[in-house]
Each structure stands twice: as structure tokens, then as C-alpha cells.
């Protein structure tokens, strides 16, 4: 490579640089702008009430929403929506990403050496791998892979249970802000876990798009396929990340639980809005758990990602913030609808709330 290439080089990467701040930047402050909000009405003051009376309009859904405010609402059921996008856009990123972990981070404890690749492999290669020289580098991007994965597992349950376990009364709305509101969330999610390498993902993949314009097929073999050396540095990812996905499944697993008796509370394609005092698993001790399930299964995420970002941890206090509200005006309804309903269940967190 000549020095004219070297110096290009230097300037795509700074402008790459400067990009990934603005976008880091960016989700950050949308969190915390999506957090704010959430806490300054939980504060317990009787001047916030109007403010808490605004927010709970938007975030009201489903049992929740009186069937008189029907303006700007959408079905319940458009929940689909943004696990399709979800679905869709995390399948992106962990495609883009573990095939950019594969070809350009390869794990071990070494570094990359930097001068052989001066001397060898393609121009493409070159500009890539000399942003993730270092183990610790390489190592978070496949770290971004396992976290993407998780998501992956996540969102794909949800998809299923929207279509086959949820019985949507047909009265069941939700605001429209609520509405953009997941939309958002569905998209700024799974961005969030990967922008340690996300554009620089997206930057390899163009380039390969272009040089396989140009070599054509010669580039593609099926018999090529290393799917060992896609798989294998995800099973040697570190301790922390181990910890992460059993507490991930942990609550994956109770929140389908949950789903399900909430699910078995209406014959399969009974649309009416009848609704009954869930019992077993997790109901027996909270109003909310899948909600609760849901704050375990990011806390998982956040375990597996070493908790060094930033933005996932502001991605979880939204989720928390977002949910406690919610599963506060559940429980506040289910006191006042059910005479019988049990005096001892929590709002969504055992012996705190
Ligand atoms: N990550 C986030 O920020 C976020 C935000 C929102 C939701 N979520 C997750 O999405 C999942 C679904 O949330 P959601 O708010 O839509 O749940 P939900 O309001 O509890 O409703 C889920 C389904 O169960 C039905 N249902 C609820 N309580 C019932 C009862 N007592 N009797 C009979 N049927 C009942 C609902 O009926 P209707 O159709 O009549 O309402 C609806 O079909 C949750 O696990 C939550 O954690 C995550």
C-alpha cells in the first residue's frame, strides 16, 4: 500500500470516528430522554400529578387504556409490528457483524501483527482489520455478536407468542406516541448492544458488496463455509458473558412462562375483553412478572457486556423506568377491579415495590 493509501486511509477512519460519537451520542440521549420523563412522574408530589396524568395517556395500553379514548390509538395487537422490525433489523446487524467478526477479528490472545498486513492480504482487508488489531478489540466484537444473538433469541419469541400465545381483545388499543415509541425502541435496542463495531460492520460490507461486483463469483464458495470458525470464539467468550446469558435465560424463560397463563386466560381466538386474575409462576408474587422478566432479561444482557457501555446500561434504566410505570398502573387496576385480588402481590419487584 502506498502512502497515498495510508493517508486515505487515516482520514476514512477519522470520519468514521467522528460518525460513531454522533451516533453514540445520539442513542444516549435518547434514553435518557426516553428515561426522564418516566422518573420525574414517578416522583411522589402532587404537583407532578398533571404530568403524570399526560405521560400515563400515552403510555396507557390494553386493560389499562379506558375503551372511551380511542383517538390517536392503534390495536394492541400492532405489537407485531415491532417484533417484526426487531426481528428484521437485529437479524441485520448479527449477520453483518458475525461475518465481520469472522473475517476480520479472528479471536486469540495475540495481537494482529500490523506489518503482515502491510505486506499481505487485499486492500479491503487492510483498511478493516487495522481498526481491531489489539485481542481486547477483537474480543468485543464478537462480544457484540453474543449480545446480538441473545436479542435475536429474544425478539423471536416475542414475534411467536404476539401471533400464537396472546389472545388481543379486539378493544385492546394503544396510543399512537406508545406506538412510535416501540418503533424507536425496536430500532435504537439492538443498535445499542453493537456500536462498539456496528459501522465499521456496515463499512466492510459495502466494501465486499463492491469487490464482489468486481470478482464476481469467483468469490463465493459453498464448500469455503467454515461454519466451526463462525462458531467456535463464541464458545470461548469469557465468564461474564456466561453469567450474563443464564441470567438472560432465567428470565426469557419465566417471562414465557408468564405469557403463557396470561394466554390460557381466553379460548384461543376469544377476542373479548374479559379479563381474570392470573395465578401461578411468578403472579403468585407480583402483579407484573412478565414485566419483571423482561428487567431480568436485559439485566442479562448488561452482565454480557461486561457493563463497561454506557448505553446499555442506559438502554436497561429505560426499560426499567418504562416498565415500573406500567406495571404500577396494572397494579393500581387490578386492586380496584378484583374484590378477591390477593393483598400480598407486589407491584413488579418482591418486597421493594
Ligand atoms: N422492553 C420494553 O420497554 C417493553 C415495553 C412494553 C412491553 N414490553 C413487553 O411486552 C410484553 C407484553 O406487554 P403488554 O404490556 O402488551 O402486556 P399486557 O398488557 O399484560 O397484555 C398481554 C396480553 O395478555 C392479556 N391480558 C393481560 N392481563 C390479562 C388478564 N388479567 N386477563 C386476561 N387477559 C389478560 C392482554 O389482553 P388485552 O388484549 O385485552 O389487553 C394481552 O392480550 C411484556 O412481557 C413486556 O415486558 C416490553
Known amino acids: 500500500m502506498n502512502l497515498l493509501g495510508i493517508l486515505m486511509e487515516a482520514v476514512?477512519?477519522?470520519s468514521m470516528d467522528t460518525i460513531k460519537t454522533a451516533l453514540i451520542r445520539l442513542l444516549r440521549a435518547a434514553w435518557i430522554a426516553g428515561i426522564l420523563p418516566l422518573l420525574i412522574a414517578s416522583l411522589p408530589s402532587p404537583r407532578l400529578n398533571p404530568f403524570h396524568s399526560l405521560l400515563q395517556a400515552y403510555a396507557k395500553r390494553g386493560k389499562i387504556m379506558p375503551s372511551s379514548s380511542n383517538r390517536f390509538t392503534v390495536p394492541q395487537s400492532f405489537f407485531l409490528h415491532f417484533y417484526l422490525l426487531g426481528l428484521v433489523w437485529t437479524t441485520t446487524l448479527l449477520m453483518g457483524i458475525w461475518y465481520f467478526a469472522y473475517k476480520v477479528a479472528p479471536l486469540g490472545s495475540e495481537p494482529l501483527s500490523f506489518v503482515s498486513q502491510l505486506t499481505g492480504g487485499s486492500h479491503?482487508?487492510?483498511l478493516h482489520k487495522s481498526r481491531f488489531t489489539t485481542a481486547?478489540?477483537?474480543f468485543n466484537v464478537w462480544k457484540s455478536v453474543f449480545l446480538l444473538l441473545l436479542m435475536e433469541i429474544h425478539v423471536l419469541r416475542r414475534l411467536y407468542e404476539t401471533r400464537h400465545v396472546f389472545n388481543y381483545?379486539?378493544?385492546?388499543?394503544m396510543h399512537i406516541v406508545g406506538y412510535l415509541t416501540g418503533i424507536y425502541y425496536y430500532t435504537a435496542a439492538p443498535l445499542s448492544l453493537c456500536t462498539f463495531c456496528a459501522l465499521e460492520a456496515f463499512n466492510f460490507a459495502a466494501d465486499q458488496v463492491v469487490e464482489f461486483k468486481v470478482e464476481g463469483?469467483?468469490?463465493l464458495s459453498i464448500t469455503d463455509f467454515?461454519?466451526?470458525?463462525?462458531v467456535k470464539p463464541i464458545t470461548g467468550l469469557g465468564r461474564c458473558q456466561w453469567a450474563g446469558a443464564s441470567i438472560f435465560a432465567w428470565g426469557w424463560f419465566h417471562q414465557f412462562c408468564c405469557h403463557a397463563i396470561l394466554g390460557?386466560?381466553?379460548e384461543r381466538g376469544d377476542r373479548t375483553a374479559e379479563y381474570i386474575i392470573p395465578r401461578g409462576d411468578w403472579f403468585e408474587v407480583v402483579s407484573s412478572p412478565h414485566y419483571l422478566a423482561e428487567m431480568i432479561i436485559y439485566a442479562g444482557l448488561l452482565v454480557a457486556s461486561g457493563g463497561t457501555d454506557i448505553t446499555i446500561w442506559l438502554l436497561l434504566g429505560f426499560v426499567v423506568a418504562n416498565l415500573a410505570f406500567s406495571a404500577a398502573e396494572t397494579h393500581r387496576w387490578y386492586l380496584q377491579k378484583f374484590e378477591d385480588y390477593p393483598r400480598n402481590r407486589w407491584a413488579i419487584l418482591p418486597f421493594v415495590y
Open 124 to 126: 479491503v482487508f487492510f
Open 264 to 266: 390460557s386466560l381466553r
Open 169 to 173: 381483545s379486539s378493544s385492546a388499543r
Open 217 to 219: 463469483q469467483e468469490m
Open 136 to 138: 481486547e478489540a477483537r
Open 12 to 14: 476514512a477512519s477519522q
Open 226 to 230: 467454515d461454519l466451526w470458525g463462525y
